[in-house]
Structures are given as C-alpha cells and as structure tokens.
C-alpha cells in the first residue's frame, strides 16, 4: 500500500534529493582545480576541507592562525592542523610575526595566488548566476532557509570545517 505524503514530507523528500544533486554537483566542480594544485593535494593527502584556508589566503593575503580561525569559523586548534597540513603539502608559506614572534603569519605563495583567486572567482560566479536567477524577495528566504539548514546541521555551531 503506498503510504499518502504530507506536502512536508514530500518537500524534506524533494529538498533532500535537491541537496544531493547539488553536493554532486559541486564534488564534479573540483575537477576546475588548476593541475599544480590537484597534484599538490594527492601528495599531501589533502581533501576540500583544505580549499577554503587556501582560497580565503589567496584573496585577504597573509594572516595570523587565529585570524584565518576567526574568518573561516574555525576552532584554532582544526586552523592549525589545516595550515600544518598545507604548509608540509608546500602550499603555504609560514613565517613568524616580526611584531609578536609567538605569533605566525601564514600565506600563499606568489606562484599560486592568481590560480587560486581564478578559481574562487569561478565558484562565486556560480553563486552569483545562482541568486540572479531569483527574485530579490526569494534571494532572502534562500539565504535564510541555508542559514537555518546550516544551523540545524550543527556545521555553525562546530566551528569545523564542512
């Protein structure tokens, strides 16, 4: 017997499948990144965890850990393992504050900076293809409803990366 679905039910269904077609989408989206960069990442058993450290680097420039902590949402512990990470995968440069040396400045190097910020371009022209598309009212309940799917997802509250 099938079982009658209430409109609620049939919209978790429909946005869950919905999810799962735009992760995939995303996922494919990673075969964009620049080969030196792909490469970098299998030798340093990197994943996409990585990307956002890189690419937030590429375009503000060089910061502290805990700088890179605050903006990414990251608890400085997990910053840390991520720039060590990068840094041993030869995909960031370290150097000690000449203000403060307990603190570290962390960077990209010069040689994959303009790949990086080609590629964060790229990913936020598909967000900006995507909220054109819609009616500004609708941008605002779609940037709320993700918010309210991240808050759920605990991705907020964990200070993590995805």
Same mark, same amino acid.
């Given at each position: 017997?099938?079982?009658?679905? %209430?409109?609620?039910?049939?919209?978790?269904?429909?946005?869950?499948?919905?999810?799962?077609?735009?992760?995939?989408?995303?996922? *494919?989206?990673? #075969?964009?990144?620049?080969?030196?960069?792909?490469?970098?990442?299998? *030798?340093?058993?990197?994943?996409?965890?990585?990307?956002?450290? @890189? $690419? %937030?680097?590429?375009?503000?420039?060089?910061?502290?850990?805990?700088?890179?902590?605050?903006?990414?949402?990251?608890? =400085?512990?997990?910053? %840390? @393992?991520?720039?060590?990470?990068?840094? =041993?995968?030869?995909?960031?440069? #370290?150097?000690?504050?000449?203000?403060? +040396? =307990?603190?570290? $400045? /962390?960077?990209?190097?010069?040689?994959?900076?303009?790949?990086?910020? +080609?590629?964060?371009?790229? *990913?936020?022209?598909?967000? #900006? +293809?995507? @909220?054109? *598309?819609?009616?500004?009212?609708?941008?605002?309940?779609?940037?709320?409803?993700?918010? /309210?799917?991240?808050?759920?997802?605990?991705?907020?509250? +964990?200070?993590? /990366?995805?």
């Amino acid at each position: 017997m099938t079982q009658t679905l %209430s409109v609620d039910e049939r919209d978790a269904r429909e946005l869950a499948q919905l999810l799962g077609l735009v992760t995939r989408g995303l996922l *494919r989206g990673q #075969r964009d990144v620049p080969a030196p960069l792909r490469d970098a990442f299998k *030798r340093g058993a990197l994943g996409p965890r990585h990307m956002p450290v @890189l $690419i %937030s680097l590429a375009r503000r420039g060089p910061m502290t850990v805990g700088e890179l902590a605050d903006r990414l949402g990251l608890a =400085r512990p997990t910053a %840390s @393992l991520l720039v060590n990470e990068l840094d =041993r995968a030869g995909l960031v440069q #370290r150097r000690e504050d000449d203000a403060d +040396r =307990r603190r570290t $400045i /962390v960077d990209v190097p010069a040689r994959h900076r303009p790949r990086l910020v +080609r590629l964060a371009d790229a *990913r936020l022209d598909l967000v #900006r +293809r995507t @909220l054109a *598309r819609l009616e500004p009212e609708a941008r605002g309940h779609f940037v709320a409803g993700l918010q /309210v799917l991240a808050e759920e997802s605990g991705a907020l509250d +964990r200070k993590e /990366v995805p």
